[in-house]
């Protein structure tokens, strides 16, 4: 890929410092506040049940990567199969890449229906870049969306949570080495294509006394 036009900025790692309370995204999306628990849950001589510290969620990029399955079937782990990336893409305020067809995600998924997330794939970034993601999570397929697969029948977008991290020897991406992300998002099954946002959280103050 050329470098063309495009020149990694710094801004990553300004959001990073961006701290906000609970209640909002970097990029203004409210989030919906945690419920109070019930009155009498709540111990009047212990800890407040109630966040500690504010905290930041900076955008990083919108990953999109198009799979195919390998299906390996049951196994004593759980029912395996790989998702291979046929091809894809990472594209954010300071990043645009492309995503490498060797990776993919070597998945197993349990008997209710949980698929335990294991990703590795690389990013081709527009400044001649090798960036490795590797990324934990879980799969929400259910009992039913599970019993489609082994029948063969991929439908619906179950949603997925994620945990990426990244390494890199290039100096101009060296800070996402120090970075854990999180990401979510759906899986749309007709067409095995993962779309996910991806996003850097950060810590602030503490809330409490």
């Known amino acids: 890929m050329s470098d063309a036009g495009f020149a990694p900025r710094s801004s990553i790692l300004a959001g990073l410092g961006t701290q906000r309370t609970g209640s909002e995204l ?6 919906r506040p945690a419920p109070a628990p019930p009155p009498d849950q709540v111990d009047p001589g ?6 500690r510290f504010e905290y930041g969620l900076t955008f990083f990029a919108r990953l999109t990567a198009d799979l195919r399955a390998e299906v390996l079937g049951e196994t004593p782990d759980g029912y395996r199969i ?5 091809g894809g893409s990472i594209l954010g305020p300071d990043i645009h890449a492309e995503i490498r067809a060797e990776g993919g995600d070597w998945m197993c998924i349990r008997e209710d229906g949980l698929g335990i997330v294991d990703i590795n794939i690389t990013y081709d970034t527009d400044d001649g870049a090798l960036i ?3 990324a934990g999570g879980v799969f929400q397929l259910g009992t039913e969306g599970l019993a489609n697969v082994k029948s063969g029948r991929y439908v619906g977008e179950p949603p997925f949570f994620a945990t990426p991290r990244w390494l890199t020897s ?10 854990q992300g999180f990401g979510f998002g759906r899986v749309v099954m007709e067409q095995l294509q993962v779309q996910c946002d991806i996003y850097h959280p950060s810590v602030g103050a503490r809330l409490d006394p």
């Open 82 to 86: 790989n998702f291979f990336v046929l």
């Open 26 to 31: 970097d990029d203004r999306r409210p989030l």
């Open 170 to 179: 290039s100096p101009n991406w060296a800070h996402l080495n120090g970075v």
């Open 46 to 51: 212990g800890p407040s049940p109630t966040p």
């Open 132 to 134: 490795l993601e590797q």
